[in-house]
């Protein structure tokens, strides 16, 4: 009881300090107030939407409160020592053309100004991220700091939306929880999330987009369809090509992958692509399409990419040749999920990323074990996620000659890397336990495997919770 009364009390002092640490703030500066107001807004929505989370309440808010803070504090000292282009300088061009395009909405600035268009062009790549600031900045100013704190809220979110995932694909709270921790504090998934960029939002929308396709697979939801059309939408505005592979994701497990596959089923699945498909298209999607996966505009795209960065690749490769393009492909692969190796470390940028990529590296097995037991074991509960990296992968092989466009694209997966990775841990666990049980302490009688499990001395894989089911 008296534990209690000290939290709330302590919660009361922290509301006031920060209450009147805000009023100085918006005295002393107004634009960095309303940064601070955008922020809290954004995360009390996000916590709220955690709240409403039926299973592991309290560790996800507090997991939640916790990235917000660190992105928060690592996004003030990107803006406080000015950094933004040493970390990300398209944050420059975003906060440049959105507050272009909002002071054309205030009827400031002409819309049809000579190169404005060509931003905002809804059959250009990323526009979506243009009027996101832009819708931004129109409440509140140009406040670019503001768009910080609000991407920072994003990003924690994402590492709920890693844990329910976790949850549907393989339902056990400790690799859910390892997931969703590798999430929070991974430094490349901060480091993106805490700027004025597109990858933390792209990131959410991604698990989004993975979130209600598997909540849909497993029990038809009006408000999960909703969901998963406005997270579809926001993706196709950020990242075209992207939209397009976990479409065909997503119609594979509404088809084949259903919880019960049945021919009711399968027609549900059949209007839901057709009514996904229809809704786009109206958006010219098919249009964007065409131009999305033009081959030669995207060789021309790597030879300028390759040329223009001091760490670009695979320029002189001619993918609109299948034989080069298959043959590109697996060198391809290994800079998308290995670069930048260490002998390719040049300059500061790349050499603070050298603790994480070790330790990417070796969790790399894990990965590659737990994503095979999921193809092998729960296909149908993970179809999405497996088919869907597997997809964006190929596309990042074939698209990217820049090593360090790479790595940050590669930040956006990592969430379902992270899930990949907890299950061949807890594979990894299991089996260390199994061999521990079945050795025994001398002297003493050996208890099988599934006693054990049983009595909650070590978890289950869901195949052998099905199979002590049946034996029971």
Known sequence: MMRE?????????????????????????????LAVIAGVVTALLCGWATLRVNEDKQFLLRLFAAAVILRWIFGSIIAYTGQQAFFGGDALTYDAIGSSLSNSWHGLVDLNFYWLPQFINLNRPGWGMYYFV???????????????????????????????IAMLIYPQQRVARI???????APSMILWS??????????????LCTLYTLKLRSKWNPISLVCLLISLFCLYALRHYAFYIIFVAIAGTFLFAAKR????????????????????????????????????????????????????????????DPRAAIGFL???????????????????????????????????????????????????????????????????????????????????????????????????????LRRLARAGPPGLPRVPVGAMAGQGRFPMTPRQNRSSQQQG
């Open 330 to 432: 697996p060198i391809g692969i290994m800079y998308v999920l290995f670069a930048p190796f260490p002998w390719m470390v040049t300059n500061l940028r790349q050499l603070i990323t050298l603790p994480e990529l070790i330790a990417w590296w070796a969790l790399v097995p894990m990965m590659i074990r737990g994503y095979w037991f999921l193809v092998k074991h729960r296909l149908r509960e993970s179809f999405a996620i497996c088919i869907f990296i597997v997809g964006l992968i190929f596309a990042y092989a074939l698209y990217q000659s820049n090593t360090g466009t790479a790595y940050r694209h590669r930040a956006q997966l990592y969430g379902f890397f992270f899930v990949f990775i907890s299950v061949g841990i807890e594979l990894r666990r299991a089996d260390r």
């Open 261 to 320: 596959f049945t021919p009711l089923k399968v027609l549900q699945g059949g209007i839901l692509i057709i009514v996904i498909g229809v809704a786009f298209a109206y958006f010219g999607a098919g249009d964007v399409a065409q131009q999305t996966f033009d081959l030669k505009r995207i060789q021309s795209g790597r030879v300028w990419s390759a040329k223009a960065a001091n760490s670009g690749f695979g320029g002189d490769v001619d993918i609109t």
């Open 5 to 33: 009364r000290m939290i709330r009390l302590f919660l009361i002092a922290v509301v006031c300090a920060g209450s009147l640490l805000l009023g100085l703030l918006l005295v002393k500066s107004p634009d960095v107030g």
């Open 134 to 164: 832009a819708s931004i900045y129109y409440i509140i100013g140009q406040n670019q700091f503001a768009l910080q704190l609000i991407n920072g809220v994003l990003g924690a979110a994402t590492c709920v939306a890693v844990y329910r």
């Open 194 to 207: 805490s700027q004025a960029l597109k990858d933390g939002p792209i990131t959410l929308c991604l698990c």
């Open 179 to 185: 997931a969703a921790l590798m999430t929070a504090f």
